[in-house]
Every structure is written in structure tokens, then in C-alpha cells.
């Protein structure tokens, strides 16, 4: 992937909204300066509206992984309703620029995967995906390249069958090294402008095979430093945290993570009903992202005062690049997280 062809997110085009490319652009750019100066003035309530979602289009997962706590996860297994994503949508725009369309699971077992994804599009969000990529045949396949997705994921952690299944637990590998070759075909036969990349997560078991996973898929590439859910999953002997910070976690004044039911979490790291700040179902926007739970929470964080919150109180956290997050657009900085130019690991929440 080459930095130059992103310098301009595609999740402009498809706004339905009265604004233009450069009207829609500008308004994200206000809402970031808005969020950052909410944040460096230590507002419990925000002005700005969250730029980025995480949003669980099912928790249902075929694979077993060691860096996932999908196999500790005890809530309920369902399926987000597609009125309930039009509403989380429609409440967001036009502030919203980009949503990760995955969490605790494999969202191409949603039916309603395509017509989702056009509709974010439509509302001029850009739409991004993860996926383990077992099930992504011809058809599916057609349906993320012909829905507009911007940005695909495509995580196999392994070279080798071994490593693979070992890492993979559930998956086949030829059938999904299969999958991915025939997608990459399939992809340069339609119109599209979905950039893919194919993913390793570095723990003990594979960080030998990073080379030749590089080698396979030469030029689509991402070495990702394995993440340890702030402290929920055990990655070995040779895992370093990174260090901790005492500054208030950005992710609070910046994005919200939906479960599939629309209960929504203050981010990635939360995977069970903890921290729970509202439900979209049932309220707002407005009352979610300003409501007493995230006020109080915000409040917790802006004195460091922690300790009894689980996941934040063993959270590295997250600090705000201000001049960063003002200048580049939500969609275009993700992208730009997966530019190869080495095969040192990339830290990363999604």
C-alpha cells in the first residue's frame, strides 16, 4: 500500500446528507478540534460528537484463539437487529467518520453484512471490518466488495498449517489461504476501492514465521503486536505491556464500543457488560455519550482515580495525540496504521 493513495478517505463519497465532500471533511475536522479541547479543558460533558464507533455485528465466533477472550466471554450469543444499526447510524451522523464493524466475533456470519455495511456508507461513515476469513468465499466475498466496505482485515497469524491451527484453533488453513487467494482475484475483477491487508499477531508461537507470512502476501501485509485486553488475556513470558500512563484515556472523549444487543462500553478492551454506559435500544445518543455513567467515568480518569473500575484500572491506557488526531480524518488514520514499511509489530486495538 502505498501512503500517497490515502490521503483522501473514500468514506467521503457516498453521504446522502446535504453536505459535499469538502462541507463533510470540514465538519469532521471542527468536531475533532472540539473533542480534543473538551478533553485538554477536563470537560465531563462533551461538545463533540464521537468520531469513531466499534460496533458488534454478532459475538458468535467458529474459532477459538489464544490472544482472544472469546472462550471467557459468558453474555449472551446473538445478532445486532438491522433497525437497531440504522439507528446507532443515524443518530451518529454526520459527526461519525469511521466504525469497525467486528468485536467479540466473526461478522460474516450476519446475514445483513452487505446491506449494513451500504447503509453506514450512505450516511457517509467509512465502514471497516476484521474477519478470520473461514468463511469468506465467492459470495460473501462479492458482498463486502459490492457494499463499499473501505477497509478489510483479513487476520491468519500463521504460515504454516501448524502454526496456523495451533493459533487458529477451529480454522483450516488450506481452505482459508484458499479463501484469501480467491478473494484477492475476485477483487481484481470488480469495481472497488476496498484496501485489504492481511494480518499476523505476533505472540510466542508464530513470531518465527513473520518473514515468510511477509513473503506470501508480499505488499498487503501487517505485523501486529498482540494486545492483552487490558490485562484479561495472558500472552506469555515474552509479552511487555506497554507503560502506563496517568493521563485520562483519550477513548472516552473521542469513540464508544456497541454490543450486538446495542449495550454500549466505553471501548475495545471490554468484551463482557462492564462499564456499561447505556443502551442504544432504549436511549440516545446524547443520553449514552453525556449520560451519568460517562460523566462519572470521565470524572474517575481526569484525577486518576481508577483503582476500583474494572478493565480501565488495568489498562495501560490510551494518550491523545491532539495535533495528530486534529489533522487526519478517522478512516484515513487507520489506513495509514497499515502502510507496510517494515516488519516491526504495530500496536493497534482493532
Given amino acids: 500500500m502505498n501512503p500517497s493513495s490515502i490521503s483522501t478517505s473514500p468514506g467521503f463519497a457516498q453521504c446522502d446528507e446535504e453536505y459535499s465532500a469538502a462541507e463533510l471533511a470540514a465538519l469532521w475536522r471542527r468536531n475533532r478540534q472540539t473533542l480534543v479541547s473538551d478533553l485538554e479543558r477536563h470537560h465531563r460533558t462533551v461538545k463533540g460528537w464521537p468520531a469513531h464507533f466499534k460496533i458488534e455485528l454478532t459475538n458468535y465466533c467458529n474459532l477459538a484463539c489464544p490472544m482472544c477472550p472469546h472462550a471467557k466471554m459468558k453474555r449472551a450469543v446473538g ?16 459527526f461519525l467518520e469511521f466504525a469497525y464493524l467486528h468485536h467479540l466475533g466473526e461478522s460474516l456470519f450476519h446475514g445483513r453484512i ?36 473501505d477497509f478489510l482485515v483479513i487476520s491468519m497469524d500463521g504460515a504454516t498449517p501448524d502454526t496456523y491451527e495451533r493459533i487458529r484453533v477451529g480454522g483450516d488453513f488450506a481452505t482459508t489461504v484458499h479463501n484469501v487467494r480467491e478473494f484477492f482475484a475476485l477483487k481484481r475483477q470488480l469495481p472497488n476501492h476496498t484496501t485489504v491487508v492481511v494480518q ?21 501485509v501487517m505485523i ?22 496517568t493521563s485520562p484515556c483519550r477513548l472516552l472523549w473521542s469513540e464508544l464500543t456497541i454490543l450486538w444487543d446495542g449495550t454500549v462500553v466505553p471501548c475495545a478492551n471490554v468484551f463482557e457488560k462492564q462499564n456499561v454506559l447505556g443502551n442504544f435500544s432504549q436511549q440516545s445518543l446524547n443520553d449514552i455519550w453525556n449520560g451519568p455513567p460517562m460523566r462519572k467515568l470521565r470524572d474517575a480518569h481526569l484525577h486518576n482515580e481508577v483503582s476500583d473500575i474494572p478493565i ?39
Avoid at 79 to 94: G, H, Q, S, V
Avoid at 117 to 142: E, H, P
Avoid at 200 to 218: C, G, P, S, T
Avoid at 227 to 232: E, H, N, P, V, Y
Fill in 79 to 94: 445478532y445486532m437487529k438491522p433497525e437497531l444499526f440504522r439507528k446507532i447510524i443515524d443518530e451518529a451522523a454526520p
Fill in 114 to 149: 452487505g446491506d449494513f455495511i451500504r447503509y453506514g456508507r450512505s450516511r457517509g461513515v467509512g465502514m471497516g471490518l476484521s474477519t478470520n476469513a473461514t468463511y469468506l468465499d465467492q459470495r460473501k466475498g462479492r458482498v463486502l466488495l459490492e457494499s463499499g466496505l
Fill in 200 to 220: 499476523l499477531i505476533v505472540i510466542e508461537e508464530n513470531r518465527h514465521e513473520i518473514e515468510q507470512f511477509a513473503k506470501d502476501w508480499e505488499g498487503q
Fill in 224 to 245: 501486529k503486536t498482540a494486545r492483552d485486553w487490558a490485562g484479561q488475556v495472558q500472552l506469555g513470558k515474552a509479552y511487555k505491556r506497554p507503560p502506563q500512563l
Fill in 312 to 350: 480501565c484500572a488495568t489498562c495501560p491506557r490510551h494518550e491523545l495525540d491532539a495535533a495528530d488526531f486534529v489533522a487526519i480524518d478517522q478512516l484515513t488514520q487507520r489506513l495509514r496504521n497499515y502502510v507496510r514499511t517494515d516488519l516491526t509489530p504495530r500496536a493497534g486495538l482493532s
